[in-house]
C-alpha cells in the first residue's frame, strides 16, 4: 500500500503549528482527534469514541501531550480492539534527560509510554516509540528545536521500511560554526 492511500489517525490540533498539522498535508486520509474538534480524549466519552473507530486506521500517530497517562491508555485500546496498522507513540527527550522545567509526572508518563509500547509491539502489533528531543510548534520557534517535518519524514521511512524498528530517538543537532 502507499503512504498515500493509508487510513492515518492523529492526536493533536491539525490547525496549530506542529506534528498534526504536518501528519495531515504528508497523508492525504488523514483525521484527527483533538479538543477543539470536540473529541476530549481526557474523558470516558473521548476513550470510547477513540475505541469505536481504531480499528479502522492502518497507522496511529499518538503525539499530543495528555495528561492522567492518556496517551498510553490509547496505546492500550488500540492493542485491545486489535488494531492491525502501525502505531507511533511519541516520546520525550525527558525520558533521558533531566532538567528542571519538566514536571516529574510528564517525565514519568513519557518513560512509561515507551515501556508499554515495548511491551505490545509484536508481529501482530507494531508500534514505534519516537523519542523526541522538541519540536518548533506555535508556542515554540526555537531554531534548535527539531521542525515537525523532520518528525515526519523519519515517520514515513519507518512506514516504508521492511523491519521493525520498535524504538527510535531523534534530537536536532545544534550545529556551532
Known amino acids: 500500500m502507499s503512504l498515500s492511500n493509508l ?3 492523529c492526536t493533536g490540533n491539525p490547525n496549530n503549528q506542529g506534528i498534526a498539522k504536518q501528519i495531515c498535508l504528508a497523508f492525504p486520509n488523514t483525521d484527527c482527534l483533538h479538543l477543539s474538534m470536540g473529541i476530549d480524549l481526557l474523558s470516558q466519552e473521548g476513550l470510547d469514541y477513540f475505541r469505536s473507530v481504531i480499528s479502522k486506521y492502518d497507522v496511529f500517530i499518538n503525539g499530543s501531550n495528555l495528561k492522567n497517562r492518556t496517551q498510553e491508555k490509547l496505546l492500550r485500546i488500540a492493542h485491545e480492539e486489535n488494531m492491525k496498522g502501525h502505531v507511533f507513540n511519541i516520546g520525550s527527550i525527558a525520558e533521558y534527560k533531566k532538567w528542571e ?21 509484536s508481529d501482530n502489533f507494531k508500534t514505534t516509540h519516537m523519542t523526541v528531543g522538541g ?34 530517538g531523534i534530537e536536532k543537532i545544534d550545529s556551532k560554526d
Open 7 to 9: 487510513r492515518v489517525l
Open 101 to 121: 522545567n519538566y514536571d516529574p509526572s510528564y517525565t514519568a508518563e513519557k518513560r512509561q509510554l515507551k515501556e508499554t509500547s515495548l511491551e505490545l509491539c
Open 135 to 168: 519540536f518548533q510548534d506555535y508556542e515554540n520557534s526555537d531554531s534548535s528545536r527539531m521542525d515537525p517535518v523532520e518528525i515526519v519524514n523519519m515517520i514515513k521511512y519507518i512506514i516504508a521500511s521492511p523491519i521493525n524498528i520498535p524504538v527510535v
